[in-house]
């Protein structure tokens, strides 16, 4: 296959060239068979991994099959979202879930993976018990809460959807809730500056995300206000549920030029892409698609694997880019009971799966065997991550992180 100019961007804005000058107790090794393995990705390719939470706390349902799933999004990801909705990890309040979820994140950090948190504030699925609040007294509560999770979770977690879909917080109209009031009675720029104010003070090293599914003006408009106020935001996430069908290169480069020009990595952190009919255009609000049944198709499937592999390449190619989440390993508990998962029902990969890996561990991966000049060097262009290097036995690690050509120098004694 021809290599294509989004392809060619992908290579220069993900990889970068290396030369390694190896020795054995300080004489150069000329002439020898290496061994190169990339151990990861600088860029996060990512999941959400509840099913982590069940394996890791000694709570699933089903031990091996949740193995199973988590070996499965060990293939193609480095990078994991945890639920912290407000309504379900405190559902009494003083009550948190902290040690389950504490578990769950734990465990994934100890095997190498990026772990965020999502959301910390949020209009939908928060706790009940706001309701007996008054909004003073709510403030109070979700600053609390923020600097509680925030603090009980750092060095584990150090990344957060601080904010979940302001641009709708304060007019959403489908249930009443403690954030919606408050966010009505305050605004959404002196609510993104509350919320930001704790997070920040709770964890100073943290990554703070402001996140939305509208990618209207709307949210444009958010964002210049919110930076004009003098809020500090690290990376901004959109959200991009494609259950009304796939929205194409042309629409997304569109999307991350607009929202490149505030000069924010973008992380897109929500992304679905369905292997079965799609929703139906007319629907405004996906929650009011409602059906008894959503299957996975084979000509669905076989769609979604090239739908998948055009998004993952459009993202890669736009150097604003630093992260892409997808929202749900499996159709088995899938958002509004979509098949937007790489899994079946039945826990087989479908072909969007292998695709997938096919990307990142093999056209995107940088694996395989190399040979030293006469002076003990190595070139090789490579996708930016951490390496291993290994001969006969011996081994040294290093990272490349496209700050320029990398020079190293690493002695396999």
């Avoid at 504030?121 to 809460?145: F, K, P, S």
């Avoid at 989440?325 to 799966?353: C, E």
Wanted: with cysteine.
């Amino acid at each position: 296959m021809s290599e294509t100019s989004i392809d060619r961007d992908i290579r220069r804005h993900r990889a970068a060239d290396a030369t390694l000058t190896l020795t054995a107790n300080g004489e150069p090794l000329a002439g020898r068979e290496v061994r190169l393995e990339q151990l990861r990705h600088q860029f996060l390719f990512g999941c959400t991994a509840f099913e982590a939470v069940e394996l890791a706390s000694g709570e699933a349902e089903d031990p091996e099959r949740a193995a199973r799933l988590v070996e499965l999004w060990e293939g193609l990801f480095n990078f994991a979202t945890l639920p912290f909705y407000w309504g379900r990890f405190e559902p009494e309040r003083g009550k948190p879930d902290t040690e389950r979820v504490l578990a769950g994140a734990r465990w994934l950090a100890e095997r190498g993976h990026t772990v965020k948190g999502h959301p910390l504030a949020w209009h939908t699925v928060t706790a009940d018990w706001l309701l007996d609040l008054d909004n003073a007294e709510i403030a109070a509560a979700q600053v609390d809460r923020i600097k509680r999770e925030m603090g009980d979770f750092a060095g584990v977690i150090d990344m957060w959807d601080v904010i979940n879909e302001v641009v709708i917080m304060p007019i959403f109209d489908k249930y009443d809730n403690g954030i919606t009031r408050l966010c009505r009675d305050i605004g959404r720029i002196p609510m993104v500056r509350m919320v930001f104010d704790a997070a920040r003070e709770a964890n100073p090293r943290a990554t703070l995300l402001l996140n939305d599914f509208d990618m209207s003006s709307a949210y444009e408009c958010l964002i210049e206000g919110v930076l004009e106020a003098g809020i500090q935001i690290d990376v901004l996430g959109l959200q991009s549920h494609m259950h009304q069908g796939y929205w194409g290169e042309e629409k997304t480069l569109g999307i991350l030029d607009r929202f490149s020009r505030y000069g924010l990595p973008i992380h897109f952190t929500e992304t679905t892409i369905v292997s079965g009919e799609t929703m139906p255009p007319e629907i405004v609000d996906l929650n009011d698609h409602q059906v008894d049944s959503w299957p996975s198709t084979p000509e669905g499937e076989a769609r979604q694997a090239d739908e998948i592999e055009r998004h993952y390449k459009t993202l890669l190619s736009h150097p604003s880019v630093e992260a892409i989440t997808y929202w749900g390993m499996s159709d088995a508990g899938m958002w509004l009971g979509a098949p937007g998962g790489f899994v079946r029902t039945d826990d087989t990969p479908k072909p969007s799966y292998e695709r997938l890996h096919h990307l990142v561990n093999e056209e995107w991966g940088t694996n395989g065997a190399l040979v030293t000049d006469e002076e003990g060097r190595v070139r090789f262009n490579g996708f930016l991550g951490d390496y291993r290097i290994e001969h006969r036995g011996a081994a040294a690690e290093f990272t490349l992180d496209g700050t320029g050509e990398a020079r190293l120098a690493l002695d396999l004694a």
